[in-house]
């Protein structure tokens, strides 16, 4: 008879052990990164025990692997933008920005069949405009025999977390390879370290000595809003023309001041690319545009006399054919941006390029996300735009190069 208490007691403890198991998962999902991230680590320490293949793991930190697209080396962490002489000269938000790695480029080579990235970033990993791919991951292109030369995409995390342990690529033969890993455009990177199969071949490259592209401007350079950090229009346009390139974009804060003039006269550049005015359209009047610009040219002249500088007119906004008060606007700034660039001509400046806004990234209205900022599409049309003026600007045989490359004619 005593049988219903005892079966209702060893129910009672399965709902209490079930509700226990519940409580450790839901914590265990709750878990800080760090802690998942260790396991992560233990487990595959156990793996390589039971004879799975143990990692290589390389700091990205370490001296003597530098990126490419940094342009100075004295930059407050290995992955920032700007040199630790700039804060203070720069405005405040220029700075911060200059955390982001946006641009800056891995360079490897290695054999092996797996690459794995452990990456650490320390701001938000999305925007509401852009994926945690493009904002917080990282991104790798290889070329080697079996892409034919060209820059073939490779892979790239999907962070979930602010910490990340995963393969790029699992499974290829294992063959010779280039490979560039693309940083995070809208992040700062904390950590990153690239891993191979032991008994892998692994060598890291150095920043090419060419002379790189530059680009200021605003978050349409940044990277916003490109699917991936190897779809921004100085990435694609450093693969097609197979040359080195600095990305200078800060979002909301490409506005031509001259200390960004005295900044970008530190780099022997191959040219200049200023495409400031999607900033300099907002709440700016048409006769302040003018002055910048000519002031920012001017500066640079003073630093670089002879290097090429392409200015760049807004892309027009996606629903601007819509609203008459875009329509005016563009017309306002492109006419003030454009008596800059006719007055530098006319007072003898040299090297000058104008490449106007209309058909910047199509007429369809189709490249964007939010009338502003590009997809992928649009990142992709403008570049294409730049192409033949960039290519003008490099030794004939780098673009040469960059069209055996792949590079998009």
Partial sequence: MRLRPLLRARAAGVV???LCVAFLAKNAAAAPPETRVCDAHKALLVEDQRGRPAFVW?????????????AWDDTPTPFARLSVRAKGKVPGGVWLLSQHSAGLVFRFKTDAPTVRVRVTTGGSLAMPHMTAVGVSGV????RGEDSGGAWRWAGATKPSAKHTDAA????????????????????????????????????????????????YGTSILHGC??????????????????TPTVNLGFSGNGRMETALADVLGEIDAAAYVLDCLPNMHYGMPPAEVERRTLAFVKRLREKRPTTPVVLVEDRTLGN?????????????TRAAYRAAYAKLVAGGVKGLRYIAGDGLIGSDDEATIDASHLTDLGMWRQAKTLL????????????????????VR
């Fill in 16 to 18: 209490s052990l079930l």
């Fill in 58 to 70: 390389h700091d990205a930190a370490a001296k003597e692997w530098r990126p490419e697209g940094r």
């Fill in 139 to 142: 991104d790798l292109y290889a």
């Fill in 168 to 215: 790029l690529f699992d499974g290829a033969k294992p063959l010779p390879r280039e490979f560039a890993l693309y940083l995070p455009l809208y992040n700062n990177t904390v950590a990153l370290a690239v891993g191979v199969p032991a008994g892998s071949a692994f060598e890291t490259l150095p920043p090419r000595p060419a002379k790189p592209l530059v680009f």
């Fill in 225 to 242: 809003s490109a699917s991936r950090p190897g779809m921004t229009i100085p990435a694609l346009l450093g693969r097609w023309l197979d």
């Fill in 320 to 332: 601007a054919w819509l609203l008459p008060r875009l329509q005016r606007e563009h017309k306002q």
């Fill in 388 to 407: 033949p003026v960039l290519r003008e600007y490099l030794p004939a045989n780098a673009a040469a190069a960059g069209c055996a490359a792949g590079a």
